[in-house]
T-cell receptor, first 123, second 108 residues
Framework: QVQLVESGGGVVQPGRSLRLSCAAS????????MHWVRQAPGKGLEWVAV????????YYADSVKGRFTISRDNSKNTLYMQMNSLRAEDAAVYYC???????WGSGFYGLDVWGQGTTVTVS | DIQMTQSPSSVSASVGDRVTITCRAS??????LAWYQQKPGEAPKLLIY???SLQSGVPSRFSGSGSGTDFTLTISSLQPEDFATYYC??????????FGQGTKLEIK
């Protein structure tokens, strides 16, 4: 079945780095844009980053720009997020999510598959 | 950047009630809007995309409408499993793909 499984979360000191992974299965990973979305404890959803299906373009929320790097390995069906210079406010559950169909130049049909999330604690 | 504002922030309702949640975009996004449901301890679930298209497997009591800057999510007859938090998200071609702040639907 279609599935996303995140890993790599944990406890990290402020200023240190962490790399999250998201393993995809059950669909053609190389055909879809992929996103990271996070949720701080007791807070709402915050969009973090997106990478196009072929890795050619990447976009970030201002809150992580210059510190986080999204990447993908389509040969391994895996999405990554390299998080550097972590801050207390980066503590959250991080979800990877798959885009629904994309209409180039117009938009996409929501995030239709989500992982279970991985928890990052900065302390 | 496009800001998304949901109202109300919370709402209390009873099983069988009709509930409407509103989402407003700070600039026009045509129909590039999605709605999600999230229950405690779970990942969000896509309910509606393109403002009014029902995601496969989602019950027909859920519906969405709107275009431009104003959108609504309606649950026609609340069921016990619908008590959750609901989020809108703008999905047009320009990131950031901002979420609304969420609406918590509670049992009256």
């Amino acid at each position: 079945q279609v599935q996303l499984v995140e890993s790599g979360g944990g406890v990290v000191q402020p200023g240190r780095s962490l790399r999250l992974s998201c393993a995809a299965s059950g669909f053609t990973f190389s055909s879809y844009g992929m996103h990271w979305v996070r949720q701080a404890p007791g807070k709402g959803l915050e969009w973090v980053a997106v990478i196009l299906y072929d890795g050619s373009k990447k976009y970030y929320a201002d809150s992580v720009k210059g510190r986080f790097t999204i990447s993908r390995d389509n040969s391994k069906n895996t999405l990554y997020m390299q998080m550097n210079s972590l801050r207390a406010e980066d503590a959250a559950v991080y979800y990877c999510a798959k885009e629904g169909a994309t209409v180039w130049g117009s938009g996409f049909y929501g995030l239709d598959v989500w992982g279970q999330g991985t928890t990052v604690t900065v302390s | 950047d496009i800001q998304m504002t949901q109202s109300p922030s919370s709402v209390s309702a009873s099983v069988g009630d009709r509930v409407t949640i509103t989402c407003r975009a700070s600039q026009g996004i045509s129909t590039w809007l999605a709605w999600y449901q999230q229950k405690p301890g779970e990942a969000p679930k896509l309910l509606i995309y393109s403002a009014s298209s029902l995601q496969s497997g989602v019950p027909s009591r859920f519906s969405g409408s709107g275009s431009g800057t104003d959108f609504t999510l309606t649950i026609s007859s609340l069921q016990p499993e619908d008590f959750a938090t609901y989020y809108c998200q703008q999905t047009n071609s320009f990131p950031p793909y901002t979420f609304g702040q969420g609406t918590k639907l509670e049992i009256k």
